[in-house]
Each structure stands twice: as C-alpha cells, then as structure tokens.
C-alpha cells in the first residue's frame, strides 16, 4: 500500500537549499509530499516514510518529482555513500540523477566513475526491464561457477545478463539506485498525479510528445468518465495516427463513453475517415473481429472504396464487406473504379470481388472489358 500525504508547499526535501535543476526553477511550485515506500535496503517487506518533492509548472501541472537518496548500502560499512537526488517525470519515468558539487560515485577500492561509468549508469536506470528488478542483491554478488569441460550456457548467459545490468565493480551502487529510480516510488508518483488531475492536465497529457503520459490522459479519463464532447474529439485526434497503443486505449475509452452500439460505430467511422493508412489498417483489423457491424458503418465504408491507396487496404475492406454480406449500389459503382487503378494488383481484387454480385447491364460491360484485356493474368 503507498500512503501520500501533502505538506506545506516548500522547496527544501534534503537541505537549505533546492538541488541544482530545482534551483533554475524558483518561478515555479514546489511543493512537499510524504510517501510510504519500499525499497530492498529497508528489508524484505518493510516501508519507510519518506519525503518527495514535487514542481509544478506555471499552470500548476506537475513537471517533474525529485527526492534525495543513498548512492549505495551494503553491510560492512566500507562503501562510500554519498547523497545522490534522483529525478522522476510527471508519472514516475526516472529521467535523471544529480550528485552534490564536488562529489563522485566510487567503484570498487574507491576507484572514481569514469564518464563511461556514468553514461552506463544513466542507461541501466532507465531500463525499466532490467533483471536488476527481478533478482536479489545476493543473486547478483554470489560467484558463477562453470565447469571447464562441460560449460554451463545458463549459467554464462546469467553472468553475462548481470554484467550487462550493472556497471563493473559498483554492483551495490547500480542495484540501490535501480530500485529507487524504478520501484515503488513509480507507482507513489503515479499515484500522486493521479489524486490531482484536472482535465486540463489531462489534456497536456492528450498532447504530450511523450507515449507514456498520453496513454495515461486517456485511461485517466476514462477510469473518470470523463465523456463530454470536447473531450472525445480530443481522444480521436490522438489516435488518428495509427499508433497501436493508441488505437487500443481509444478504441476502449470510445466504448466506455457510448455504450451505444450505433453511437460507437457512428465515432468509428468518424475516425476511418480522419485516420491515415496505419489508423485505417488498425480499424479494419479490428472491424474483422466484431461478431456483427451496424448497416451505418458498412455504409460508410463503402464511401472509402475507392480511396484506398494500397492493396492490403483494400483487400481488407472488401474481405469485411463480403464477411457481413453486404452490398449497395455504392459499393459496387467504387469497386468498379478501382478496375482503373493504376496497381494492376488492386484492380483485380476489385475484379474478383465484383464477378460474384449482381451488376447492372453497364458495370458488367465494364467488368467484361477488365476480363479480356487482362486474360493472361486472371
């Protein structure tokens, strides 16, 4: 359980004065925050309070969280330990860290991090998948015995994998630091955020350049029901570039705000249309899987017909039409005018879709003519 309790506004979590990047930010907020976290150091299951700080931007949206740690711990006490602040975004993405004017991170015997060191450091830590996250200190420590005749590839590819994920003889440090910039302070920060947004700052999320806070303003908003007009045009224009996991949070934000059948599909074919060629794939995969699609949405796919700019689109549009069997004038009359198409390929999709539905006297002749001068290749 996280417990997150606001302080009086201030800007000191640490000492007199803010950490460097803090101190640059005078014009804005910061405030204090109490949190209840875990971390390995503190003991198997056991939490500790500790204080967060938290600044906000001249709107008051949360920009980014900061808190000062331990670069390292270990039982015998020889480390070097020295006061490390750690950085986190709005929804707890560690971003960086900053060490006290003329302090260094030490490896083994004290040896100084090189600039090598440090950029490895920053790049663990930010690898939010690292095995530092699934395996303990002592696991990562303990020797990895091998035989000589009959080599072990697991247990090489497991001390490759540890090597990888840490820097070279600062094993403690990389650990204490990966859990504090990965674990239970994400979902504290996460958390936070969630507790105090508004619909604006929902909508700084909507237009992020950032994936990860755009996601969150959608599922935020839908968790909220946060439905009204303005609202759901916002959502739309977000997923109008195709991404995956756009299309995915939307498509399931749209449900939640219309229930409806008819409405939804009405949004979906708004969305058709306004998509480009990835967001349109992305659709039609997904109208494939629906048990049954609403006249309407077939209707206005029919009106795209003849818009599709490769074969993959096409042929998917029209296996979606021939799956609910429908037809219309209006599908058959586009269908025909992609027997122009400039890609041959096209065309004779179009040519196969069309010789099984009736046709007027007019597009029959036009079908007949495709028939005869392309008989090598039908």
Known sequence: MIVLV?????????????????????????EQHKVLVHHPSFGKGKQQELTLTRRLDGNGFPVEY???????????????VIDVKMYWDALGRFSRYELPPGKVLTKSDHVPFTKTDYAKLDALLKDRNSILRTHSLKSLTRPVKTKKKDVDAVSQATEMS????????????????????????????????????????????????????VLFGIEHLRQHKIFDSNTVAAVMAVMRDGDDDRMVAGVT???????????????????????????????????????????????????????????FELHLLLNLLEKGSYTSETVLTNTAKVLNHKNFFMARRAFWFLQKKELSPELKQKLKAFQEKHKDRL
């Open 6 to 30: 606001l302080l009086v506004a201030g800007c000191d979590d640490h000492e007199e004065k803010p950490g460097p990047v803090f101190d640059k930010q005078r014009e804005e907020k910061l």
């Open 66 to 80: 900061g808190m000062w740690v331990d670069s390292v711990y270990c039982a015998d006490g020889r480390c070097e």
């Open 162 to 213: 540890v090597r990888n994920a840490v820097v070279k003889g600062a094993t403690y440090t990389s650990y204490n630091l990966w859990h504090w910039a990965n674990g239970d302070m994400v979902g504290a920060i996460e958390e936070l955020t969630h507790q105090n947004c508004s619909k604006a700052l929902l909508m700084h999320f909507l237009h992020s350049k950032h994936q990860h806070e």
């Open 253 to 311: 934000y749209l449900r939640a705000a219309f229930p409806d059948p008819a409405a939804f599909y009405k949004h979906m074919g708004r969305l058709f249309s306004d998509s480009n060629r990835r967001g349109q794939l992305h659709l039609l995969n997904l109208f494939a899987q629906e048990a049954k699609l609403p006249k309407a949405l077939y209707q206005h796919l029919a009106m795209q017909i003849q818009h599709c700019e490769e074969y």
